[in-house]
């Protein structure tokens, strides 16, 4: 079965929108359904806000169903230089970049799943693979973004890659961060995203919805 999380219930209207749908309900305030696109099992949830909030909403789920893979659907801002708002981008590796207790952060390294990322390339060429730093606060200062690229290469970052990737591996699950660029990771961060969120935030559901109903993920994940 396959997790699907996203921030904002919007995010995920393509992918509820496809699935033929045998449970809903409602687990820790958040509603949820539950059912099949193609012959892939999934359920879906919106609704983590931060770190925090994706760590335990998807650790309950996984703690209830019999989940193989988790697929984090939402935005992100660019960190690497020739990205675009609207650009799509996969995670291979994702790291906190906020973390500052415990080990050296670079070490901290969630590996992703490649075999999913190389099916979804064959589909989606387009697809821009990379790291994916995460931490819960907006990056919104083309200093701080210059920062994080030196210190993580990273291709972009969030408020909640990692951590889900962390839970994930502690269960033994696979996982992918889908995200599409909303912002530049720069001084326009606020405007950028408040201009091209409506528009392109739908897009990873849209995509995976459609990935789904050509392939069985099965072992896949």
């Known amino acids: 079965m396959i997790l699907a999380i996203s ?5 995920l209207e393509p992918l509820r929108h496809e699935i033929v749908a045998f449970e809903d309900g409602e687990i820790l305030d958040r509603t949820f359904v539950r059912g099949v ?3 892939n099992e999934i359920v879906a949830v919106s609704g983590i ?4 909030e994706a760590s335990f909403i998807t650790q309950k789920f996984l703690d209830i169903y019999n989940i193989d893979c988790v697929i984090l659907l939402s935005g992100a801002g660019a960190i690497e230089e020739g990205l675009e708002i609207g650009d799509v981008v996969a995670g291979d590796e994702y790291a906190e ?3 500052i207790l415990g080990s050296d952060a670079e070490k901290e390294i969630v590996k992703g799943c490649p075999r999913l990322i190389n099916i979804l390339k064959n589909d989606y060429p387009e697809l821009k693979v ?3 730093i995460s931490g819960d606060a907006i990056v919104d200062s083309s200093e701080k973004k210059i920062k994080l690229k030196k210190r993580y290469d990273a291709l972009a970052l969030d408020m909640d890659s990692a ?3 962390k839970v994930a591996k502690c269960n033994g699950v696979a996982f992918l961060s889908l995200k599409v660029i909303l912002d530049l990771s720069d001084e326009n961060t606020k405007d950028d995203f ?4 409506d528009d392109l935030s739908k897009i990873p559901a849209e ?3 459609k990935f789904l109903s050509r392939h069985f993920l099965k072992g896949e994940c």
């Open 7 to 11: 921030v904002f219930d919007c995010e």
């Open 49 to 52: 806000f931060g770190k925090v």
């Open 97 to 99: 970049y906020d973390r």
């Open 130 to 132: 990379g790291k994916i």
């Open 207 to 209: 995509m995976f919805a």
């Open 37 to 39: 696109i193609g012959r």
């Open 194 to 197: 408040n201009r091209y969120y």
């Open 163 to 165: 951590v889900v990737a």
